[in-house]
Structure formats: structure tokens, C-alpha cells
């Protein structure tokens, strides 16, 4: 069964970093396009990046700069490295993986807060 | 950017009612729409991909349709643990999704 599980959420301070982790037992992160997904309280979804299994990146504009998306092959985890945070960037991150485009397997979601 | 746009945001339905949610593209993506549900404190489900193939253990109770700019998403019969919150996703250019709807007991 694909698993997806992330961890490194928490309480950060504006203009602080945070890097969470997705670990993947059961499957290869390597194989598949996997993305993260952000979900603000009370609000709705919103992609916020994507690595392809080729290895190339792509960012929401609401975060390019700022955050950078990679995958360790040897530890089969992705993480979102996460820097010059602000209060808007509050929210539940989700990994997601994507065989065909569409998200066919979630994680838990790791909550991270930005507040002075 | 696709824009995707949701109706109605909240719904009032009872059990055994017939629920439609539409959702609408600001350019045409073919068939590369996802449907997903989400229960609070849960990450979301998948329900139907590529605009109405039914994922894997999905009841058939639920159904997609449309291509283009105009898709739905069907309940033929509402079941209490449909009480959800429901959003579609295009996946033909990135992904964006739809800002949701709620659907609530009446």
C-alpha cells in the first residue's frame, strides 16, 4: 500500500525557515511526479510545487524564491525547504504523489504556523 | 493560468437526494480534470480522474462529466458520509483547483 508521510511542521517566526520531509515507504518517490499541496485554515486547496521524476522542479508564484522542493533517491523522501516565511504562508502541507497528473495518494499533512 | 470556478460554494441537501457540483475552466482543458472529496481533518480522496473515470473503490454512486470549460460532478443518491467538502482540480497546465463546495446537511 503507498504510503505517504510527512513530518518538520511547527511554529516559525516571520522571515523564519522550516523544511519539511514526505517519506515514502512502499514506493519510489523518484519514479513519480510528486507535489505539495498547502491548505490555509478555513480556506481551500493550493499547489505549491512539483518535482518530476526526471528531477526537474516547478514552483506556484506565491512561493517561487522562497521555497525549494527536493528528494533525497538513498532515503526515498521529498522535502520542501521553506525560507522567508510570512504570515500567509500558514497552512496544512500535504505531499501528494501523481502517476497521470492527477493526486492519487495523500499524506497526513504536517501543519506549519508563522506567527511572531 | 487555468482559473478553476466552482458552484454553488455551499449545498443543502438530505439523503437520497440527487447532487450536482460544476465547475468551470477559464480555458479549455480537454479532459484533465480530478474530482476530490475532503472531510475535516482529513487529507483529500480521490473520486474521479481524466473528467469521469472512477478511481479504484470509489462508489458508483458518484459520477463525472464534461470536456472543455464545463465539467460535473453527480451524487445520484446522497449517503450520510457524503457530507463533505468536494473540489476539482485541472491538471492540463500545473494544477489549480477549485475554491470547493460544501455540502451540508439539510
Known amino acids: 500500500e503507498v504510503q505517504l508521510v510527512e513530518s518538520g511542521g511547527g511554529l516559525v517566526q516571520p522571515g523564519g525557515s522550516l523544511r519539511l520531509s514526505c517519506a515514502a515507504p512502499?514506493?519510489?518517490?523518484?519514479?513519480?511526479?510528486m507535489s505539495w499541496v498547502r491548505q490555509a485554515p478555513g480556506k481551500g486547496l493550493e499547489w505549491v510545487s512539483v518535482i518530476y521524476n526526471a528531477g526537474g522542479t516547478h514552483y506556484a508564484d506565491s512561493v517561487k524564491g522562497r521555497f525549494t522542493i527536493s528528494r533525497d533517491n538513498s532515503k526515498n523522501t521529498m522535502y520542501l525547504q521553506m525560507n522567508s516565511l510570512r504570515a500567509e504562508d500558514t497552512a496544512v502541507y500535504y505531499c501528494?504523489?501523481?502517476?497521470?497528473?492527477?493526486?492519487?495518494?495523500w499524506g497526513q499533512g504536517t501543519l506549519v504556523t508563522v506567527s511572531s | 493560468d487555468v482559473q478553476m470556478t466552482q458552484s454553488p460554494s455551499t449545498l443543502s441537501a438530505s439523503v437520497g437526494d440527487r447532487v450536482t457540483i460544476t465547475c468551470r475552466a477559464s480555458?479549455?482543458?480537454?479532459?484533465?480534470l480530478a474530482w476530490y472529496q475532503q472531510k475535516p481533518g482529513k487529507a483529500p480522496k480521490l473520486l474521479i480522474y481524466k473528467a469521469s473515470s472512477l478511481e479504484s473503490g470509489v462508489p458508483s454512486r458518484f459520477s463525472g462529466s464534461g470536456s472543455g470549460t464545463e465539467f460535473t460532478l453527480t451524487i445520484s443518491s446522497l449517503q450520510p458520509d457524503d457530507f463533505a467538502t468536494y473540489y476539482c482540480q485541472q491538471y492540463n497546465s500545473y494544477w489549480t483547483f477549485g475554491q470547493g463546495t460544501k455540502v451540508e446537511i439539510k
Open positions: 480555458q479549455s482543458i480537454s479532459s484533465w
Open positions: 512502499g514506493f519510489t518517490v523518484s519514479s513519480n511526479y
Open positions: 501528494a504523489n501523481s502517476v497521470a497528473g492527477y493526486f492519487d495518494y
